[in-house]
Structure formats: structure tokens, C-alpha cells
């Protein structure tokens, strides 16, 4: 077969090459000695496409999606883009790598932690598990000998049931202290932790908590309760540098608000400034003076020993009222009061108002009046027994109380 030296000169049509040609140039393509364009080239076939659309109509192969042929030239060219391709993934991921290890030692020299050995099992683990490496491998990049990693997994292992069982010891205490913090925390829990031979310390005690989210966050908020723009009688201050030392020597009083779903109620309360301990209360739907006068009743009939109370409050009108300096005079307890709008003037009432309504969530809001109820007195009552309270060292308000020749540093002042 003669084929023309001008190929060019000579229109051809689909009809003027017979199947058995197209045949023939489809066998040598799919066979690899010719790319479709060669063949195209060789045969001085007409047309961009009319060797690729024979192939896609009788060939084998899905012609469809362009394919390297297999000629020697061919394979060569798609080495060498292959090669290009990985030197210059291998370039990247040696600036990577650069990179990664430069911030690593700038953290490292901030902080002063060995950010490169602080792996975990887990992550060998991981990478085992994918099939991205082996054990050997994965040990071999971080460092390591498979020996020091069945050390580490089983140290870790142990680290996490420790973990557990002071999670579980915390718990316990949170569901009577919802909010305690964690300094006091560690000292209810530590002869827990020396009697099941956990190594916890305070700090460590932060991190366990931090790391599972049982960090306690601090809330503000503020209602005024008091009212004293009145025209009733105001009494001088008569706690201000007065040194606080023995219990049942200054009272002090104060209103703070519990939300409920009809409105708000209003919780009284009398607690002694040496013991921190609450002496009374009383949880009314109103701002009246029968409230405090309840609270300070309750309060009477716990005294423990004779003699005269200073009772310290701010300028408020129930605590200014007939009938509550009436009740005062009858028992014997002499008025002091604030001179000024400022709270920190009954610094120690605030105090404990905030106590129970952060750490035993009283601001969280009740249904109704009872159930509101229901939780202060089992509040108040926790308050007094078991929570720790660094005014009386980290003793029990109740404790303090009864054991007034007890020798620890005090707030000697409340101001």
C-alpha cells in the first residue's frame, strides 16, 4: 500500500479508509508502537481527532480518558514527571518539616516543656491501627524503642484509672457541693487520695479537672436588696477595727435574692463572723420585715453562750424597723450598722451570700417557693457541716463554732 507524499493536497473522507485499516492502526496503538498521534502522523490520516474517535468506536481500551502508551519514550516521560512530581513534594515537606521544628523550639524555650517527648501510646497506637506505619517505624519517628512504648502505654493506662477514681472522688463531693473549688476540694479529698494510694497533689488535682472540663468558672451578678432611704433611725458602725475573737461576739446580716418562676424570693440570713457559721435564716416571697426577724428568731435559739452580740447589717429598712431593733434590745444585742452605701463595709455577709448562691447554684432558679425552699435549708445546712472555709482554715463553720479555743490565724477585722 502507497500512501500520498501530499496527504495534504487530497481531502479524505470517514468512507475512504476501510475497516481493516482502522483496524490495523487501532491494533498497532493499542499495542503500543504508535501513540494515536504518531499513527495519525505516519499514516497521513486527515483529521485532529479521527484516529482517537477510531479507537474509542473499535478499539479495546476505554480511549475515553487519555492513557500513557507503552513505548519506551512514553514510559521515560512519565518517569521523569513522576520524579518531578515527588522532588518536589519531598521539598515541601522538608519546609514542612523545617517549619514544624522551628515553632517547636520556639514553645519549647517559652514554656520549658519537652513538647517533642510528650507523646502518648494513643498516638502510636493510631498510626499502627491506620496502616500508616508500622510499630517499629512509628517508634523509630518519635524516637523511641518498642521497649520504652510498652513502658509508656503501660504507665499511661495507669495514669488514666488514676485519672478515673479522682474524677469519681470529685463527683462525689460536687453532688453535695455542686461549685466547690478545687483548692478546697483537695483538702476534703487528700487523705481519700493517701487511702487509695493515688500520688495527687493540688496542682495535679487543677490538671485533672481542667482536663475534664470540671473546672469551676467564676460568676458575677448583683440585685439590690437594700433600701435605705428612709426616714428611720441609723445606727453607727460599731465593728469598724474592732478585732474579731471568739464566736457569738459579732453577728452580722444581710438579704440576698433567689430567682424563682413566679418572682423573686428573698433569703434572710445571720451568721457569726468568728465561725462563718449560719446562725439563721429564713426564705420569704417578699422584701418585709418578717423575713429577717425569722432569720434573726432562728438565730436567738442557737446561741451557745450568754452575754451581749454586736449585730452588724447595712441601712436597710427591715433591719432599721420597730419591731426588728425591738427584738435586738430584748436579747441584748447591740446595733452596728454601715455608714455608707459601700458592700464592703459587711464585706463577710456578702461573702457568704455569694458562697451559697455560686458554689450551690441558689441563682440557678426554682420552679416555685417550696422547691426553693427545700434547697437552702439543705444548703445551708452542707454550708455549715462540711464545706471547708479558709476564714476558719480550712475547718467546718461548725466545728470552729463549738471549738472556740481553737488557735489559727483570723480575719481579725471585718473591715
Not at 60 to 83: F, G, Q
Not at 202 to 219: E, Y
Request: glycine share 4%; with cysteine; charged share 30%.
Amino acid at each position: 500500500m502507497t500512501y500520498s507524499s501530499e496527504p495534504s493536497k487530497v481531502r479524505r473522507s470517514q468512507r475512504d479508509y476501510t475497516l481493516a485499516f482502522k483496524l490495523q492502526v487501532i491494533s498497532m496503538v493499542e499495542s503500543g508502537q504508535f501513540t494515536y498521534k504518531e499513527a495519525q502522523s505516519h499514516f497521513g490520516i486527515q483529521g485532529k481527532s479521527t484516529v482517537l474517535n477510531w479507537l474509542r468506536k473499535f478499539g479495546n481500551l476505554d480511549w475515553k480518558i487519555p492513557i500513557a502508551m507503552n513505548t519506551p519514550e512514553s514510559k521515560i516521560k512519565e518517569l521523569e514527571a513522576k520524579l518531578q512530581k515527588l522532588e518536589k513534594e519531598l521539598k515541601e515537606e522538608r519546609l514542612k518539616r523545617e517549619m514544624s521544628e522551628t515553632i517547636l523550639e520556639v514553645a519549647e524555650e517559652q514554656f520549658g516543656i519537652a513538647i517533642r517527648k510528650k507523646y502518648s501510646p494513643k498516638q502510636l497506637k493510631d498510626l499502627f491501627r491506620k496502616k500508616a506505619v508500622s510499630l517499629s517505624e512509628a517508634c523509630r519517628l518519635f524516637g523511641y524503642s518498642r521497649q520504652a512504648y510498652y513502658k509508656q502505654k503501660t504507665s499511661y493506662r495507669t495514669h488514666i484509672t488514676r485519672q478515673q477514681d479522682v474524677v469519681s472522688m470529685v463527683i462525689e463531693k460536687r453532688m453535695r457541693m455542686p461549685r466547690l473549688g478545687t483548692r478546697k476540694l483537695y483538702h476534703i479529698l487528700k487523705e481519700g487520695f493517701r487511702s487509695k494510694h493515688l500520688k495527687v497533689g493540688r496542682d495535679q488535682l487543677f490538671h485533672i479537672l481542667r482536663v475534664n472540663h470540671l473546672l469551676v468558672r467564676p460568676r458575677k451578678s448583683y440585685h439590690k436588696t437594700t433600701n435605705s432611704k428612709h426616714w428611720l433611725k441609723k445606727h453607727s458602725n460599731k465593728v469598724q477595727s474592732l478585732k474579731i475573737i471568739h464566736p457569738e461576739q459579732v453577728w452580722v446580716a444581710d438579704i440576698t435574692y433567689i430567682p424563682t418562676k413566679s418572682g423573686h424570693n428573698y433569703l434572710s440570713l445571720i451568721t457569726d463572723a468568728y465561725s462563718r457559721k449560719i446562725m439563721g435564716y429564713h426564705l420569704s416571697e417578699d422584701l418585709r420585715t418578717e423575713g429577717p426577724l425569722k432569720a434573726l428568731k432562728m438565730a436567738l435559739s442557737k446561741r451557745r453562750l450568754n452575754g451581749s452580740i454586736i449585730h452588724h447589717s447595712d441601712r436597710g429598712l427591715q433591719y432599721c424597723s420597730y419591731e426588728y431593733q425591738q427584738l435586738l434590745q430584748q436579747n441584748n444585742l447591740i446595733t452596728s450598722m454601715t455608714e455608707s452605701y459601700d458592700p464592703y463595709q459587711n464585706a463577710l455577709a456578702e461573702r457568704v451570700n455569694g458562697i451559697l448562691k455560686d458554689e450551690f447554684n441558689l441563682e440557678q432558679g426554682f420552679k416555685e417557693h417550696v422547691q426553693a425552699l427545700q434547697v437552702v435549708k439543705e444548703s445551708i445546712h452542707i454550708y455549715n457541716t462540711e464545706r471547708p472555709h479558709y476564714g476558719c482554715n480550712l475547718n467546718t463553720p461548725e466545728f470552729v463554732h463549738k471549738n472556740k479555743s481553737l488557735e489559727f490565724q483570723k480575719l481579725e477585722t471585718l473591715m
